[in-house]
């Protein structure tokens, strides 16, 4: 059983950086597409970034420009740079991943695995 397990969130004031970090664990497993999605209370998840296995990105516009979203494949790790952090970015943050073969990773509509997710908090 795969298990993708976040890290690196933290409470930053506005205009600062974070670094998240999501390591898949457990067999060896090939995802096709990650992303990464947030939460924020009362609000529905929302899609933040994605990768192929190629390193085809796309983004939210909420995020273009101020984050970034790699994939280091040999250590089966995906990351996510934010930059310019803004209160609105407060959310718990998931990683997500899917073996299947899609040629936009933005339109998958199921992932295999979830991690657990990882806090930011952005303060003004």
């Known amino acids: 059983q795969v298990q993708l397990v976040e890290s690196g969130g933290g409470s930053v004031q506005s205009g600062g950086s974070l670094r998240l970090s999501c390591a898949a664990q457990g067999p060896t497993y090939r995802a096709y597409c990650m992303a990464w999605f947030r939460r924020a209370p009362g609000q529905m998840r929302e899609g933040v970034a994605t990768?192929?296995?190629?390193?085809?990105?796309s983004y939210a516009d909420s995020v273009k420009g101020r984050f970034a979203i790699a994939q280091d494949k040999v250590k089966s790790m995906l990351y996510l740079q934010m930059n310019s952090l803004k209160p609105e970015d407060t959310a718990m943050y998931y990683c997500?991943?899917?073996?299947?073969?899609?040629?936009?990773?933005?339109?998958?509509?199921?992932?295999?695995?979830w991690g657990q997710g990882t806090q930011v908090t952005v303060s003004s």
């Open positions: 997500a991943a899917t073996s299947k073969r899609y040629n936009d990773c933005s339109s998958v509509t199921f992932w295999d695995y």
């Open positions: 990768i192929r296995s190629d390193g085809a990105s």
